[in-house]
Every structure is written in structure tokens, then in C-alpha cells.
């Protein structure tokens, strides 16, 4: 593909864009007087339009049905994970029996990880990245010392070479194959959030199998930026939240796979709740936890319909859209932004995201040996919203569902301007 760093270029890719209509759905913040130039959806995903009527119907339905909405609602409550794990298929590559959204991210890794991290004296390591998001290593580093173990000598993390930035699948497997009798679990981000590393989940998940050990995900930065296919990979959890490309708003649902071959044996190892049994015995209060042979068999509570709603209506959006579509639009946009940061001089940054598409989703991250907080305190003062990470990255996320070739174009022109000014 030819890119060509102009504004007629970018208009004429959004011309010919089949997606394009999407943005219209999105409310941007407004900075400077007009629409911000809002390339942080790897953070938080914008407020769908659809939302507040969604909320409105809830809000509706409590007030005229009371108790009675969890049967009687217009979306009657008792099912109200399925409206959003139903369409979450498409984009996980998964069945809904093996999807639930419950709980937040964090919570879920660790109700994952009380199944499926079960050490013995034999088998109790853990392999991660190295630098994976502190949460995801808290919750790693407090699970092992709940079970008795030294964090240092129970977590094995796989690390760049020096000098790279990027963890080489060779170095991974190695690992994994070295570590083979000791290994209980690997649990890897499916996309690295500093630098945007998307791993090849299959051969890791293959080679997790291989060692006698299960494979987990954390999909934080995957779910609704990569299309993923969680059951045919034999992925055997994974854990994400939706306010990131999913655009379910601050603090929304969380959502779990649990793998068919796993779900659907109820003597798998849990802690549970009563969400977690057969609707139509919920009711019935008996004695006797009795799971659904499904990843609901993972719910503990009552649906928290108000943080699932805006999840639903946005993921409205993604089923009209196509997660394939979406994935081949942010493949030309995020191109396309790569093409322009080449064509910058004068200002110190280096791309250390993948080159290859196919080990990265829409984010590019630029670290910044010097100056890095300073350019990106100018890029906010001229109305672009992206963020900076410690040490040094300013991460840029074009997501495909409301970001175009001219949002790119434009946030192009103003670095262009910082950088001659600099
Ligand atoms: C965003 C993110 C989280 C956040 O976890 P919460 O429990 O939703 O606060 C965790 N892990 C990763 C990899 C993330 O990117």
C-alpha cells in the first residue's frame, strides 16, 4: 500500500471507508473547541450515543416492574450477562457457554486462578512476561504466597534480551520447555500494554499443554482490538476487562472464558456462588452448590445490570460493524500512523511496537529517550489525548470503530508542528 503523508490522502481513505459511518456513534470530548483528537481508546473507549437510552431502559423497567424485572424487563435481568457474552463470541472465538461477564478484571484473574493455579510441591511456577501490567503481577505475586510459595523462586518471568524491547516467542517456548516439570501455570497478557507486543496465544497455549501446565490470558488490550479464537486455540481461561476497546465505561463488567473442556466438568475446582447454578433452580434455595456446566458456572452474584449496559449497547455497535472488518480497518489506520511517524525529523522517539501486523493490535507506543513528558504535555495543550506510561512511552491507539486516517493525519500535523518548534 502507498501512503501518502496529506490531508486529501487521509479524506479520501475515510471516503472509502465502509466503517466510517461508526464514528458518528461516539460522543468525543471536546478540546479547544472542537472534537479532541482521541487516540487513548486502548485506555478507555469512548461513550457510545446508545448508552444513555440503554441506561434509560433499565432505569424504566426497575421503576415500573421492581422485582419483577429479573423475569418481566424488557431484557429480563436474570439472563442479563448473555446479552453481552452472546456477541462477545464473534470476538473471542468462543461459544457463549464458554463466556460470562461478572466482576471486574483483577477479581475474575483471580477466581481463574483459585481453578486453575493449583501448585504442589512438584508443580507450582508460574510463567509471565516480564513487565506485565502490576495488576496482573500483584494478583501473581499475592496467589502464590496465598499458597504458600516464595514469589521469587514460584514466578518465572520471560524478559527481552538486552538492548530489545520485544520477548521473542523462541525465549518463551524455551522456557516453557526447560521449566516443564515445575510449571503449573502460564499466564501471559495477550497484548503487552507498553509496548503493544501482541504473542502468538496458540503456540504459547500449545507449548503451556506440552509442559503439563495450563494457559491463561489476560486480554485487557485483545478483547475488541484483535480478533482471537479462544476454543479452537484450546486457550484454557482468559480474563479481560470492557472499558478498553470495548467502550462498556469506567469501571464496567469484566468478562471470563472458560474452555468447554473445563466448563463443562462441574467438578472442576471453584469458589461459588449462586449466580453460578442453573437458573431454574436459583430460586428453589436449596442446599448443595450445583454448577452450570458453562463459564457461568463461574458467577458468584447477582448481575450488576447497570456496569453491563453500556457493554451491551456498545457491543450492539460491534456486532453491526464485524470484529473482521474492524480488525482489517485498524490494520490500514495503524499502518497508516507508522507511515507518518517515519516521515517525522527532528524529534527523538522510536517505535517499539511490533512492525509486523500480525504481532500487534492498533497501538504504536513511542518511547522518548528524552523530552518524552514534555512533548507529551504539548500534544495535550494542542488537544490530542493520548497517554504517557512510565519510564518513557507515549502509547497511541487509533481504535477502528470511531478513529479515522484524518484523526491520524491530524495528530501527524501537530507533532510535525511540536517537532519543529522544538
Ligand atoms: C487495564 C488492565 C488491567 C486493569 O485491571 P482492572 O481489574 O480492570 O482494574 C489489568 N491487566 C491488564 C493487562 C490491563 O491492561
Same mark, same amino acid.
Given at each position: 500500500?502507498?501512503?501518502?503523508?496529506?490531508?486529501?490522502?487521509?479524506?479520501?481513505?475515510?471516503?472509502?471507508?465502509?466503517?466510517?459511518?461508526?464514528?458518528?456513534?461516539?460522543?468525543?470530548?471536546?478540546?479547544?473547541?472542537?472534537?479532541?483528537?482521541?487516540?487513548?481508546?486502548?485506555?478507555?473507549?469512548?461513550? =457510545?450515543?446508545?448508552?444513555?437510552? %440503554?441506561?434509560?431502559?433499565?432505569?424504566? @423497567?426497575?421503576?415500573?416492574?421492581?422485582?419483577?424485572?429479573?423475569?418481566?424487563?424488557?431484557?429480563?435481568?436474570?439472563?442479563?450477562?448473555?446479552?453481552?457474552?452472546?456477541?462477545?463470541?464473534?470476538?473471542?472465538?468462543?461459544?457463549?457457554?464458554?463466556?460470562?461477564?461478572?466482576?471486574?478484571?483483577?477479581?475474575?484473574?483471580?477466581?481463574?486462578?483459585?481453578?486453575?493455579?493449583?501448585?504442589?510441591?512438584?508443580?507450582?511456577?508460574?510463567?509471565?512476561? %516480564?513487565?506485565?501490567?502490576?495488576? #496482573?503481577?500483584?494478583?501473581?505475586?499475592?496467589?502464590?504466597?496465598?499458597?504458600?510459595?516464595? =514469589? &521469587?523462586?514460584?514466578?518465572?518471568?520471560?524478559?527481552?534480551?538486552?538492548?530489545?524491547?520485544?520477548?521473542?516467542? &523462541?525465549?518463551?517456548?524455551?522456557?516453557?520447555?526447560?521449566?516443564? #516439570?515445575?510449571?503449573?501455570?502460564?499466564?501471559?497478557?495477550?497484548?503487552?500494554?507498553?509496548?503493544?507486543?501482541?504473542? @502468538?496465544?496458540?503456540?504459547?497455549?500449545?507449548?503451556?499443554?506440552?509442559?503439563?501446565?495450563?494457559?491463561?490470558?489476560?486480554?485487557?488490550?485483545?478483547?475488541?482490538?484483535?480478533?482471537?479464537?479462544?476454543?479452537?486455540?484450546?486457550? @484454557?481461561?482468559?480474563?479481560?476487562?470492557?472499558?478498553?476497546?470495548?467502550?462498556?465505561?469506567?469501571?464496567?463488567?469484566?468478562?471470563?472464558?472458560?474452555?468447554?473442556?473445563?466448563?463443562?466438568?462441574?467438578?472442576?475446582?471453584?469458589?461459588?456462588?449462586?449466580?453460578?447454578?442453573?437458573?431454574?433452580?436459583?430460586?428453589?434455595?436449596?442446599?448443595?452448590?450445583?454448577?452450570?456446566?458453562?463459564?457461568?458456572?463461574?458467577?458468584?452474584?447477582?448481575?450488576?445490570?447497570?456496569?453491563?449496559?453500556?457493554?451491551?449497547?456498545?457491543?450492539?455497535?460491534?456486532?453491526?460493524?464485524?470484529?473482521?472488518?474492524?480488525?482489517?480497518?485498524?490494520?490500514?489506520?495503524?499502518?497508516?500512523?507508522?507511515?507518518?511517524?517515519?516521515?517525522?525529523?527532528?524529534?527523538?522517539?522510536?517505535?517499539?511496537?511490533?512492525?509486523?501486523?500480525?504481532?500487534?493490535?492498533?497501538?504504536?507506543?513511542?518511547?522518548?529517550? #528524552?523530552?518524552?513528558?514534555?512533548?507529551?504535555?504539548?500534544?495535550?495543550?494542542?488537544?490530542?489525548?493520548? #497517554?504517557?506510561?512510565?519510564?518513557?512511552?507515549?502509547?497511541?491507539?487509533?481504535?477502528?470503530?470511531?478513529?479515522?486516517?484524518?484523526?491520524?493525519?491530524?495528530?501527524?500535523?501537530?507533532? %510535525?508542528?511540536?517537532?519543529?518548534?522544538?
Amino acid at each position: 500500500m502507498e501512503y501518502v503523508a496529506s490531508l486529501a490522502f487521509a479524506k479520501e481513505k475515510d471516503q472509502q471507508d465502509p466503517l466510517n459511518k461508526f464514528r458518528e456513534h461516539f460522543y468525543f470530548p471536546q478540546r479547544n473547541g472542537k472534537d479532541a483528537i482521541y487516540l487513548c481508546g486502548n485506555s478507555l473507549g469512548l461513550q =457510545p450515543k446508545n448508552v444513555k437510552a %440503554a441506561i434509560e431502559q433499565e432505569l424504566t @423497567d426497575w421503576q415500573q416492574c421492581a422485582v419483577e424485572g429479573y423475569w418481566a424487563a424488557k431484557n429480563p435481568w436474570l439472563y442479563y450477562q448473555q446479552y453481552c457474552s452472546k456477541p462477545l463470541g464473534a470476538i473471542l472465538g468462543a461459544s457463549q457457554q464458554e463466556l460470562t461477564v461478572m466482576n471486574t478484571l483483577t477479581v475474575n484473574l483471580h477466581l481463574m486462578m483459585l481453578s486453575f493455579y493449583r501448585p504442589n510441591k512438584q508443580r507450582f511456577k508460574v510463567l509471565m512476561e %516480564a513487565g506485565a501490567f502490576p495488576s #496482573d503481577q500483584y494478583a501473581v505475586e499475592t496467589q502464590v504466597k496465598f499458597h504458600g510459595f516464595d =514469589p &521469587e523462586s514460584a514466578i518465572i518471568e520471560v524478559s527481552p534480551r538486552p538492548g530489545e524491547h520485544l520477548i521473542r516467542l &523462541e525465549d518463551i517456548l524455551e522456557i516453557i520447555t526447560k521449566e516443564s #516439570d515445575s510449571l503449573a501455570l502460564v499466564l501471559f497478557g495477550g497484548i503487552n500494554y507498553y509496548t503493544g507486543q501482541f504473542f @502468538d496465544i496458540p503456540a504459547i497455549t500449545a507449548a503451556a499443554h506440552k509442559a503439563g501446565a495450563y494457559a491463561g490470558f489476560d486480554l485487557a488490550h485483545v478483547a475488541g482490538n484483535i480478533p482471537v479464537e479462544l476454543h479452537n486455540w484450546e486457550v @484454557d481461561f482468559a480474563v479481560w476487562c470492557s472499558y478498553k476497546y470495548l467502550n462498556g465505561g469506567p469501571g464496567a463488567v469484566g468478562g471470563a472464558f472458560v474452555h468447554e473442556k473445563h466448563a463443562s466438568n462441574r467438578d472442576f475446582v471453584r469458589l461459588g456462588g449462586w449466580w453460578g447454578n442453573e437458573e431454574s433452580a436459583r430460586f428453589k434455595m436449596e442446599k448443595g452448590f450445583v454448577p452450570k456446566k458453562e463459564a457461568e458456572g463461574w458467577q458468584q452474584s447477582t448481575a450488576q445490570v447497570f456496569n453491563m449496559v453500556s457493554l451491551k449497547a456498545s457491543l450492539e455497535l460491534f456486532e453491526a460493524a464485524g470484529i473482521g472488518a474492524l480488525r482489517s480497518k485498524s490494520e490500514g489506520v495503524t499502518n497508516y500512523l507508522e507511515f507518518l511517524l517515519q516521515q517525522l525529523n527532528g524529534i527523538n522517539f522510536q517505535i517499539i511496537t511490533p512492525k509486523n501486523c500480525n504481532e500487534r493490535g492498533a497501538q504504536l507506543s513511542l518511547l522518548f529517550l #528524552d523530552k518524552g513528558k514534555e512533548i507529551h504535555q504539548r500534544m495535550t495543550d494542542a488537544g490530542i489525548i493520548v #497517554d504517557w506510561r512510565e519510564p518513557g512511552v507515549i502509547r497511541v491507539s487509533p481504535a477502528p470503530l470511531y478513529n479515522s486516517y484524518q484523526d491520524v493525519f491530524h495528530f501527524y500535523e501537530i507533532i %510535525a508542528n511540536i517537532a519543529s518548534n522544538a
